[in-house]
């Protein structure tokens, strides 16, 4: 099949304002957005610039706007979107250029959860266990592939980037449960400044956005939860 790919492009080093490219690319239904991409910039345009590393699902770098939802390029099937496509940069960050925006604001708000295993107790002889039911209090959250698809579908995130965001909740989450981490307290004292988890609304455009199917805005609600029960 014959597919119109709408490419959003920008080089900051030459063009004054954003543009649209639009380019022809013969595709199979089953082919990916991220082959159609691929085609584009190997045989029709190489300057076209978008990350991708895996192309599997994995490492989470190929989340794009595409018709007008974000998802991952490699995981999302041409016959899902028909012979038009259009596809954008992730809205809310820098964009470097083309399809390649400056994650440094969203990486920030992951470092600042502290997204590592707090435990000063001496290590034990072998692993620190955990039940089955202590293990599965996480396990959704553990999912996560940081491709920042939630925090940049969130409005909330668009007007003030100052918000933590989902993604670094999510992974604040992945620790605050887990029954052999101590860091809690901290983690939930940086989610409940002005700048944390109340900025939240209930929209669910992240849980709708994440690739790995988390139960994003549910986890949100569990932590905002978590800090009410602390405070008693
Ligand atoms: Fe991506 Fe889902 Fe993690 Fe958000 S929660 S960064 S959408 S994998
Ligand atoms: Fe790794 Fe798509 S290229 S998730």
Redesign the pocket.
């Known amino acids: 099949m014959k597919v119109i790919l709408k490419i959003r492009r920008f080089n900051p080093e030459r063009d004054r304002a954003p543009w649209w490219g639009y380019y022809q690319v013969e595709c199979e239904p089953t082919d990916r957005v991220l082959d159609a991409l691929n085609w584009v910039k190997w045989y029709q345009d190489g300057s076209l610039a978008y990350r991708r590393s895996c192309a599997h699902g994995i490492c989470?770098s190929d989340a794009m706007r595409i018709n007008g939802r974000n998802r991952l390029a490699c995981k999302t099937l041409i016959k899902e979107l028909g012979n038009r496509i259009t596809i954008e940069p992730l809205l809310g960050l820098p964009v470097i250029k083309d399809l390649v925006v400056d994650l440094e604001p969203f990486m920030k708000h992951y470092r600042s959860i502290m997204p590592y295993l707090v435990n000063d107790d001496p290590p034990p002889a072998t692993e620190r266990l955990q039940s089955i039911a202590q293990r599965e209090r996480f396990d959704d959250t553990t999912?996560?592939?940081?491709?920042?698809?939630?925090?940049t579908s969130c409005p909330a995130f668009w007007a003030r980037p100052d918000y933590i965001g989902?993604?670094a909740i999510?992974q604040a989450h992945r620790f605050i449960f887990d029954s052999r981490d101590h860091g809690a307290e901290e983690r939930l004292r940086i989610l409940d400044a002005p700048s944390g988890v109340w900025r939240c609304r209930d929209i669910y455009n992240?849980t709708e956005?994440?690739?790995?199917e988390?139960q994003?805005t549910q986890a949100i609600a569990e932590v905002k939860r978590e800090i009410l029960r602390r405070r008693g």
């Open positions: 989470g999912k996560c592939i940081l491709c920042a698809a939630c925090t989902p993604a999510v992240c956005a994440c690739p790995r988390i994003v």
